[in-house]
């Protein structure tokens, strides 16, 4: 199964940490304004990478400099030869070291490189002084798009038992998130004899605050925002928030919610 995204979604820094940590084997293909990149990665390391005329570590280098491009991940396929045998987290901390110091006027920047007008990806992950990169909340990422869509007020993601797993301006979350729980299960138990397929999203409705539920197969996640905010004006940045997380959580991560079912 083949992951296509767009760097403004997912930087490389992410992919790189993401299937390096998921232990994956694939091909990550780049194609950015100035050509494409290609990546391998096996058994949770980047083994190969190519980037115009650079091969090898310096490819890895040079492409963590650019954040605009779209990519696409085919998952199985094995490198034809390495060039790459350091970590991977050593690989990123040197290549945000240089950028750094580029940026900062301490190193000349690399030959040939005229940056883009968009800006660098930041190592949200982890700490260049420390020297550890931390896996990624996909969840809390999540409820962070969310959250910048225009009219969404409050956001949380939890398990489908209702564990919480991310969340930001939700008052009594664990609660809510039980309360989100209970009311899919039992209205995919109602769905049953109505005979109405697969309840996908639920929305409630109390005075003036709608609260929109998703179930995602694997997880729930729910928004809060006024009862007058239309949800098909918001849709569009909804299902690209879910198909973000996707890419982050891996080709078994859930798909986008279905059709809309009000109570």
């Known amino acids: 199964m083949a992951l296509v995204g767009d760097l403004k979604d997912l930087a490389l820094v992410d992919i790189i940490q993401i299937n390096c940590i998921g232990r994956n084997t694939a091909r990550l293909t780049v194609h950015y304004p100035t050509g494409d990149g290609v990546f391998y990665f096996q058994d949770g390391d980047v083994v190969d990478a190519r980037f115009g005329e650079l091969s090898g570590i310096d490819a890895v280098y040079q492409a963590l400099r650019y954040s605009e491009g779209s990519f696409r991940i085919d998952t199985g396929i094995v490198a034809p030869i390495r060039t790459i045998y350091d970590p991977w987290p050593n690989i990123l901390m040197e290549g945000m070291r240089i950028i750094d110091e580029e940026r900062a006027g301490i190193i000349p920047t690399a030959p ?79 769905a049953i004899p109505a005979r109405i397929g697969m309840m996908k999203r639920v929305a ?11 179930d995602q197969e694997d997880f729930l996640a729910a928004i809060e925002c006024g009862s007058a905010v239309r949800y098909e004006t918001i849709n569009p940045y909804i299902e690209r928030a879910f198909r973000k997380i996707q890419m982050r959580r891996g080709p078994t991560g859930a798909g986008i919610s279905g059709p809309l079912t009000q109570f």
């Not at 990624?136 to 009219?151: A, C, E, H, M, S």
């Not at 409630?204 to 998703?214: D, E, N, P, T, Y």
């Open 112 to 190: 040939g490189f005229t940056p883009p007008g968009a800006t660098m990806p930041t190592m949200g992950t982890g700490t260049p002084s420390g020297g550890v990169v931390r896996a990624i909340n996909p969840f809390q990422t999540l409820v962070n798009d969310l959250l910048k869509i225009r009219g969404v007020e409050g956001a949380i993601a939890t398990l489908k038992d209702g564990t919480l797993q991310a969340h930001s301006n939700i008052k009594t979350p664990e609660k809510l998130g039980m309360l989100i729980a209970f009311m899919v299960y039992h209205g995919g138990l109602a």
């Open 204 to 214: 409630v409705i109390s005075g003036q605050k709608k609260l929109i539920i998703f």
